[in-house]
């Protein structure tokens, strides 16, 4: 049952954060203007930061769970998974987005460009991580 869980979990987790980049973000930039679609946006990963925390915590517990009931390593790749999304989470959304609102005020050493391509890649990360997870948890148990 848990296995399932799992799967079904980073699945989900995995099609919310596509949606997000490849569907929420660019509808928001073609049909309003470029301040409203950035409130949108930002409002957009500011849920997807508090879902992704959750789901990533939620995971990471099932993984240890897994692994001890099996008898697995103590640190298995399954759980290295979640732990890599929690930490671009935390790094992508919760340590640059105050940059990037300091830099669209003009502060910082950063300008705004970099440090969203430095948000985004940490995104890309995070969803990296996630779809693998999704893809090694769809594989039944060994």
């Known amino acids: 049952m848990l296995y399932r869980a799992r799967a079904m979990l980073a699945a989900l987790w995995g099609g919310l954060l596509v ?6 973000a660019p509808s928001a930039f073609a ?21 992704s925390l959750g789901l990533g915590l ?9 692994q001890r009931d099996t008898g697995g390593p103590v640190i298995a ?6 732990l890599a999304a929690l930490i671009c ?24 460009g970099a440090l969203h391509a430095v948000s985004s890649l940490f995104f890309g990360l995070k969803t990296l991580a996630v779809l693998v997870l999704a893809w090694r948890a769809s594989r039944a148990p060994a």
Request: glycine share 10%.
């Open 58 to 66: 939620l995971l990471l517990m099932m993984e240890r769970r897994l």
């Open 19 to 24: 949606c997000v980049a490849a569907v929420a």
């Open 77 to 82: 790749p399954n759980l290295w998974l979640p």
């Open 89 to 112: 989470t935390a790094a992508g959304y919760y340590g640059i987005q105050p940059l990037m609102e300091a830099a669209r005020a003009g502060q910082g050493s950063w300008s705004f």
């Open 31 to 51: 049909v309003l203007e470029r301040a409203q679609a950035g409130k949108l946006v930002g409002r957009v990963f500011e849920l997807d930061a508090q879902i």
